[in-house]
């Protein structure tokens, strides 16, 4: 499954239908909200699978130009700086992936012409060309290219765009969340343990991860009047129905989380929420949440509601 950030943003969406709704049903917006999860998932294995593929494509163009009748010396000694570069060629070799993507039954069989043509594209590109040419400076510059090439030649790629939309429009949903996951995930990988990091997503275990988004999205919903009043007492000179609906769900959902989940630490719900505010709600939602949850959190801790398992889980 997906990191726990990415289940609350997740959550907060399927929240945010339901409370838009006039007519819905809960129930059936949890069961859309985890087919949404895997989707976005086996986007997510999707994309990273396209380092591999473009990997594979320029193997092929390079044994293809050593059989040259007259192959020039760049033909018989091609540079490989794309096809070394430590983070493509971990993805590319990852058999951890092989793996979880042979039992999703997620693949790019039968698209050789599509990564052909994406792979063109990204050699035309200002920065390949600057990678390939530039002298080598570290895992930092082949990182910072892997992370460029991702987000500008692969995200935006209308050749892919239209491959996934073939698939399913609901695929489109998705991506971008897909694609902001791997490229957190690139932007996460160390020099040193690139073989084994960027996969913590697929070391999940999924169990744990699914009873996390059902006890947030069911207790949310379940508690909400009772939240919505206590976030409205916080909220000096704000009436509860002039209050961003965004920023009701996402308080609640902190609410429902510090109080639900004991292990997590309040200081870590705290953060998670200002974040997803700061991409999902209005420009002053991250300093209003914070001060209305840091009052609630502190009344909540004084009168029990807060009981957390383990040293510093609850500090904030």
């Not at 508690?223 to 009436?239: P, T, V």
Request: aromatic share 10%; with cysteine; charged share 30%.
């Amino acid at each position: 499954m997906l990191n726990r950030r990415y289940l609350r943003i997740k959550t907060f969406q399927s929240l945010y239908a339901y409370w838009q709704s006039d007519n819905a049903s809960a129930a059936r917006i949890e069961k859309e909200l985890f087919t949404g999860i895997d989707r976005t998932y086996d986007l997510y294995l999707s994309l990273l699978l396209v380092f591999g593929e473009l990997r594979h494509v320029a193997e092929l163009v390079f044994e293809e130009r050593k059989k040259k009748r007259l192959p020039s010396p760049e033909d018989l000694d091609p540079n490989r700086r794309f096809v070394d570069n430590p983070l493509v060629r971990s993805i590319a070799e990852s058999e951890r992936l092989r793996l979880e993507c042979e039992k999703r039954k997620v693949s790019w069989v039968g698209h050789h012409e599509l990564f052909s043509s994406l792979y063109r594209d990204v050699q035309s590109s200002e920065a390949y060309q600057s990678y390939m040419s530039a002298e080598p400076q570290g895992f930092k510059q082949d990182q910072a290219f892997a992370v460029q090439c991702f987000s500008e030649l692969i995200a935006n790629s209308e050749r892919l765009q239209e491959v996934f939309e073939t698939r399913s429009i609901a695929w489109m949903e998705d991506l971008d969340l897909a694609a902001s996951l791997v490229k957190r995930t690139l932007e996460q990988m160390r020099a040193a343990d690139t073989a084994d990091v960027f996969m913590n997503e697929i070391a999940r275990d999924p169990k744990e991860d699914h009873e996390f988004v059902s006890m947030l999205y069911r207790k949310t919903i379940e508690h909400a009047q009772e939240h919505e009043k206590a976030i409205s007492e916080k909220s000096s000179n704000w009436e509860s129905d002039r209050i961003a609906l965004s920023d009701m769900i996402l308080m609640q959902m902190a609410l429902t989380e510090v109080r639900v989940f004991d292990q997590i630490p309040v200081k870590v719900t705290m953060n998670e929420y200002i974040e997803i505010a700061k991409a999902y709600s209005t420009p002053k939602s991250k300093n209003f949440i914070n001060g209305v949850l840091d009052k609630l959190f502190i009344e909540m801790r004084e009168d029990g509601r807060i009981r957390k398992v383990g040293r510093g889980l609850l500090e904030s």
